[in-house]
């Protein structure tokens, strides 16, 4: 495992989309998903894009501040949002600033991991429907600075300052899984 270097915002690959993973038995994914982890960790993030490393192959993690192991998830999409809230969110492509932005109350989406075996959120809210989005948004070339809607809702914050994060539900095994959570299917 390695930590990869973070790109930052204006890097051109930041608005590259990701392309599809077709081989998932390549062990240079499963290096890279080890490296996206190691690296997450390292930036203390809550999720990493392939994009953010300078990878266009469609994978990121994502862990929530609860979840004991991160998630891999191969080809994300969104596949429906509902709702409409405001939310604080930051990038560990642009350190040291956040901004107010609208996102989804509730995400429905799906990807693989690994192995090929499905994982699929339905309804999830709050920080993990949050982390979703914006991971979706990386490998689609977006960032949430897209979404800024007045300058004023874009501000630099001091190192260690940054608002909390609101608190959260996590992706669920298969045997726990619940309609709010996300769950593998065999």
């Not at 930052?8 to 590259?16: C, F, G, T």
């Not at 989804?104 to 949050?130: C, F, M, S, T």
Request: proline share 6%; glycine share 8%; with cysteine.
């Amino acid at each position: 495992m390695a930590i990869l270097p973070m790109h930052y915002i204006p890097n051109p690959v930041l608005r590259e989309r990701a392309r599809k993973v077709r081989n998932l038995a390549d062990p240079a994914l499963h290096q890279l998903a080890s490296d996206l982890i190691e690296s997450m960790d390292y930036y203390r993030g809550v999720g990493l894009a392939a994009n953010q490393v300078g990878s266009l192959r469609r994978i990121c993690v994502i862990q929530m501040p609860e979840d004991e192991e991160p998630t891999v998830l191969v080809n994300l999409e969104i596949t429906r949002k509902e709702g409409e809230r405001e939310v604080t969110e930051g990038c560990l492509s642009l350190p040291g600033w956040q901004g107010r932005i609208l996102r989804a109350e509730k995400v429905w989406a799906r990807g693989v991991n690994l192995d090929g075996k499905p994982i699929r959120y339905k309804g999830v809210e709050d920080l993990l429907a949050q982390a979703i989005e914006h991971e979706t948004d990386h490998l689609d070339g977006k960032l949430f600075i897209d979404y800024i809607r007045d300058k004023d809702d874009l501000y630099e914050v001091e190192e260690g300052k940054e608002e909390e994060e609101p608190d959260t539900g996590s992706a669920v095994p298969e045997e726990e899984a619940t309609p709010a959570g996300a769950h593998q299917e065999s």
